[in-house]
């Protein structure tokens, strides 16, 4: 009786430990990721029954697409899984196949563990090219481990395999999303799913028939589905192989048969599953088009909308590395080593057209943003040249009064058109024309409103100065708008920031803060303690994780204000004074690093913190190495390298010639020759912290070089004393 009683209580133990494990399941319903790649979201408006539901639900984004070390579809693929930019071998060593008695002999000899339905032999190639050349830590498969650990099924189907000259190339990158950190996958089909159609390419096809069939079996034994339908990728990989007719009907055929799937999927899931619809990488045509963007649809419920991130705080714009996030987050599970963020769901009626119309202004100003910025700092670096060449040699030239004149205006554009970039971002412009005529035409308006309203040189530079600053600390408080649309900011096409300040109005708002600060300071028109409460402010909005989000940001602008603060109160700078520097740089971006975890904004900063947290303090030293690595990259081919070279010589002519310039610049202006110093030690400060360091040296730069070629001509030419 007694053995009764206790088998019983057993039982009914085992039932209630298990049973909101299931219910929960049932709850959260089942993910399915259904893969187009080389599709964007016009080409699924094509297929009927995608645009039908889309008219009444779903979510739409746009992924950046970049992985780490490279961007190409198999980097994406990892990325997504692994929850981090990643790097993996090449297609020749990413062998997902179904498992037999063979392979899984083979499987357990390279990695020491049993193989399961699905495995790729060869997964030590891609985790040794990871580890050994990535930059950013990340632990491929973290998704599928994640899901397999929390006793979740996974599943995958498909693949894009091609057969070239006689020979089977596989092509099964599905399984870098859905496999665990050992390269297996539970179950599915990714080696006898396609079929020969001589009237396709590459004369291979989905079979749509055996991808329903194997679909509908998975989705009753696991619980996410990942689903590659191959024909779209081989389609954009062929398509050079044919005309415009031949590549028409291809396209028409295989949306149909795409279509017939989608309407069975649709059937067959449950009013609790959710379904991503995406295309992990762009064709080849939009690539080579600067439309890098990819899309993903999520249906969840029955609204529609589009998504958004933490990642990249702008509605409609995610990152790759958000994606195996949003999916673990489906089952209620996270995974710290995985770096994105969870999809927020933003209902809005016209999420298509809106979404359209701002990929169309983020590929124009993506395509006119290096021509015009690469003329903006050649013209003012050539400007300076020029100025000093002509200082040099201005006993030799003729009606040299009227030529410094000519020359001193044109060098002062270079403090307008930061400000005519940021301004112009407001009236929302989406074609390249109606961007650069703006840009123009807002320079040559703030260029006359400037000369009316001050006609000396140096309270017309300050002017500029100070009103830049306070535009990028109003619109940090607001939210960016104005610097995510700039064309001399971030771009989401490359992925490298999304949101805050950028490194370019980075070095704007340290030279430029200081530069006005000392000619109001230079004219009396502001108390010295002004200095201090307005640096604190620009330092809070410029790089608090809420509004400026910039981590270099914190720590040269708190350098740089202090140093400058310092020395206007005549405060002697010894040792004791550069080591409270870099104490009061560690204790802002400790202060700031609180407040991000605590309050939840999920910058950039609390992500370093938590990669810290994770990774140990081998974070830090590879992110700084990372960082050391980019601003050498920029040093051999950004144009902002030229104001910087154009600065060293401009000072090293000026040191020399004529003898005892700088005494002279000091003993006239006390403040403003105090701001070159701190601005100077704001740009070498900046170039160490800073992974576009040389980006935002040489926009702090153009407070120091513009003014004092000015202050030199002024003083040379016009003999001003």
């Given at each position: 009786m007694k053995k009764k009683i206790v088998s019983l209580f057993t039982v009914i133990m085992i039932l209630m430990i298990s049973i909101p494990k299931y219910s929960f399941a049932?709850?959260?319903?089942?993910?399915?990721?259904?893969?187009?790649?080389?599709?964007?979201?016009?080409?699924?408006?094509?297929?009927?029954?995608?645009?039908?539901?889309?008219?009444?639900?779903?979510?739409?984004?746009?992924?950046?697409?970049?992985?780490?070390?490279?961007?190409?579809?198999?980097?994406?693929y990892a990325t997504m899984g692994a929850g981090r930019r990643a790097s993996v071998s090449t297609e020749n060593y990413i062998k997902f196949e179904n498992v037999d008695e063979k392979s899984a002999k083979a499987f357990k000899a390279a990695t020491g563990k049993d193989a399961k339905g699905i495995n790729n032999v060869s997964i030590n190639r891609s985790i040794n090219e990871n580890e050994l050349n990535g930059e950013y830590g990340a632990i491929l498969g973290s998704l599928g481990q994640t899901l397999s650990d929390n006793g979740f099924k996974v599943s995958a189907i498909g693949n894009s395999d091609i057969i070239e000259d006689g020979k089977l190339e596989k092509n099964r990158n599905i399984g870098l999303i859905a496999m665990d950190k050992y390269g297996r996958i539970d179950s599915g089909n990714v080696d006898n799913i396609n079929k020969e159609a001589s009237n396709m390419p590459f004369k291979v096809a989905t079979d749509y028939n055996k991808l329903i069939q194997e679909?509908?079996?998975?989705?009753?034994?696991?619980?996410?589905?990942?689903?590659?339908?191959?024909?779209?990728?081989?389609?954009?990989?062929?398509?050079?192989?044919?005309?415009?007719?031949?590549?028409?009907?291809?396209?028409?055929?295989?949306?149909?048969?795409?279509?017939?799937?989608?309407?069975?999927?649709?059937?067959?899931?449950?009013?609790?599953?959710?379904?991503y619809i995406t295309s992990t990488f762009p064709s080849d045509l939009d690539y080579k088009n600067k439309r890098r963007l990819s899309p993903i649809i999520k249906f969840k419920g029955d609204s529609k909308g589009i998504l958004s991130s933490a990642t990249t705080r702008r509605d409609g714009i995610l990152a790759n590395l958000d994606v195996g996030v949003d999916v673990l987050s489906e089952f209620g599970l996270q995974n710290e080593d995985m770096v994105g963020k969870k999809?927020?769901?933003?209902?809005?009626?016209?999420?298509?057209?809106?979404?359209?119309?701002?990929?169309?202004?983020?590929?124009?100003?993506?395509?006119?943003?290096s021509s015009v910025v690469n003329s903006f700092v050649g013209v003012i670096s050539a400007s300076w040249i020029i100025a000093m060449i002509a200082v040099i040699f201005r006993n030799y030239m003729p009606h040299k009064e009227k030529v410094f004149i000519i020359l001193k205006e044109f060098i002062k554009?270079?403090?307008?058109?930061?400000?005519?970039?940021?301004?112009?971002?407001?009236?929302?412009?989406?074609?390249?024309?109606?961007i650069a005529i703006a840009i123009v035409i807002a320079t040559l308006i703030l260029y006359v409103i400037g000369r009316k309203l001050f006609k000396d040189d140096l309270k017309n530079m300050g002017f500029f100065a100070v009103i830049t600053v306070l535009l990028v600390v109003i619109d940090a408080v607001l939210g960016t708008y104005l610097m995510k649309n700039s064309i001399m900011s971030y771009d989401p096409l490359n992925g490298a920031r999304y949101y805050g300040v950028g490194n370019e109005y980075q070095g704007i708002i340290i030279g430029g803060a200081i530069f006005g600060s000392a000619i109001l300071l230079n004219y009396k028109k502001i108390p010295k303690w002004v200095t201090i409460v307005s640096s604190l402010v620009i330092l809070i909005t410029s790089a608090s994780p809420a509004m400026g989000a910039n981590v270099g940001s914190a720590i040269s602008e708190s350098v740089a204000y202090l140093l400058f603060i310092l020395i206007i109160f005549d405060v002697k700078i010894d040792f004791k004074k550069v080591i409270l520097l870099g104490i009061a740089a560690v204790v802002v971006v400790v202060s700031f690093a609180t407040f991000d975890i605590l309050s939840g904004?999920?910058?950039?900063?609390?992500?370093?913190?938590?990669?810290?947290?994770?990774?140990?303090?081998?974070?830090?030293?590879?992110?700084?190495?990372?960082?050391?690595?980019?601003?050498?990259?920029?040093?051999?081919?950004?144009?902002?390298?030229?104001?910087?070279?154009?600065?060293?010589?401009i000072i090293a002519v000026l040191i020399f010639k004529p003898s005892r310039h700088f005494r002279r610049i000091a003993n006239k202006y006390p403040f403003i020759f105090k701001g070159f110093i701190a601005s100077m030690i704001g740009c070498m400060v900046t170039l160490l912290v800073n992974d576009s360091g040389v980006v935002a040296a040489s926009t702090t730069a153009i407070y120091i070089l513009i003014p004092l070629v000015i202050i030199s001509i002024n003083m040379m030419i016009f003999n001003e004393k």
């Open positions: 049932n709850e959260k319903g089942k993910v399915l990721f259904i893969n187009m790649n080389r599709t964007n979201l016009i080409n699924m408006q094509n297929i009927p029954f995608l645009n039908k539901e889309l008219k009444t639900k779903g979510y739409v984004g746009l992924m950046n697409i970049r992985g780490d070390k490279g961007t190409d579809d198999r980097r994406s679909t509908k079996k998975s989705y009753k034994e696991t619980d996410a589905i990942f689903v590659d339908l191959g024909d779209t990728y081989r389609l954009d990989m062929y398509r050079l192989s044919l005309n415009d007719n031949t590549y028409s009907s291809m396209k028409k055929k295989i949306y149909s048969n795409i279509n017939t799937y989608l309407e069975e999927v649709f059937n067959m899931i449950g009013e609790n599953d959710t379904v999809y927020n769901l933003v209902d809005r009626k016209d999420n298509i057209s809106y979404l359209l119309d701002e990929y169309q202004k983020i590929v124009s100003i993506s395509d006119v943003r554009l270079g403090m307008i058109m930061p400000l005519s970039f940021l301004i112009v971002g407001i009236f929302n412009f989406k074609t390249q024309m109606s904004t999920q910058s950039h900063l609390s992500g370093f913190v938590n990669q810290i947290l994770t990774d140990g303090p081998g974070a830090i030293i590879e992110t700084f190495t990372r960082k050391i690595q980019m601003n050498l990259k920029l040093a051999q081919t950004s144009v902002w390298v030229n104001i910087l070279l154009a600065g060293v010589g």
